[in-house]
């Protein structure tokens, strides 16, 4: 089974901080990505990554940044934490290589709630 | 561009049958998948349809038009537990998700 791991469940930040979040896949996958969730809105990407060291803007990149030192772990960074970026964020998996090698599997998500 | 659309919320009775429609537009196309979400838990793959036609899988169904940008999930003989929101996703080497539908399954 693919195993995605977030490091926190639930996290507390206030306005200003810089917030980590890890990432981690087991399954030697090429392609990791962060979404964020809020209601009415569905899942939004952030940023992807299809290789080491690679990175790509999704839809709402702005307010963060990733990191990808290693293949198994792909980190969002909030350099000043906002209000606007309370939300859910879910980090996901692919094998990569088109085809059914797009399912991505998700983690099970960190709660961030900005005060 | 690329859209995905759905409905927001849909009804339905236990043990009977519901479709969740989904219509989509992606500049690149690589196959639809469907995600089941339950409240406050991660989303989790339920099917991904790549030709047109059916895919079944025990109680659910997916279904593909790629010439119509159109597809369907089929729920049937609902329980309780298929209460959730369900996801349509597509695109090419990355996934765009729809806003998902809310399905509630009442006794």
């Known amino acids: 089974d693919v195993k995605v791991t977030q490091s926190s469940r639930y996290l507390v930040k206030r306005t200003g901080e810089k917030v980590f979040l890890e990432c981690v896949q087991d399954m030697d996958h090429e392609n990791m990505f962060w979404y964020r969730q809020d209601p009415g809105l569905g899942l939004r990407l952030i940023y992807f990554s299809y290789d080491v060291k690679m990175k790509e803007k999704g839809d709402i990149p702005e307010g963060y940044s990733v990191s990808r030192e290693k293949k198994e772990r792909f980190s969002l960074i909030l350099e000043s934490a906002s209000t606007n970026q309370t939300s859910m964020y879910l980090c996901?998996?692919?094998?990569?290589?088109?085809?059914?090698?797009?399912?991505?599997?998700f983690g099970e998500g960190s709660w961030l709630t900005v005060v | 561009g690329q859209n995905i659309d759905q409905p927001t919320e849909m009804t339905a009775t236990e043990g009977a049958i519901v479709q969740i429609n989904c219509t989509y537009q992606?500049?690149?196309?690589?196959?639809l998948f469907w995600y089941q979400q339950h409240a406050g838990e991660a989303p989790t793959f339920l099917s991904y349809n790549v030709l047109d036609g059916l895919e079944e899988k025990g109680r659910f169904s997916s279904f593909l038009s790629r010439s119509k940008g159109y597809s369907y999930l089929l729920l049937k003989e609902l329980q309780m537990k298929d209460s959730a929101s369900y996801l349509c996703a597509g695109g090419y080497n990355k996934l765009i998700f729809g806003a998902g539908t809310r399905l509630a399954v009442h006794p």
């Open positions: 992606t500049s690149g196309f690589n196959g």
């Open positions: 996901a998996s692919s094998l990569g290589g088109g085809r059914s090698g797009n399912t991505i599997y």
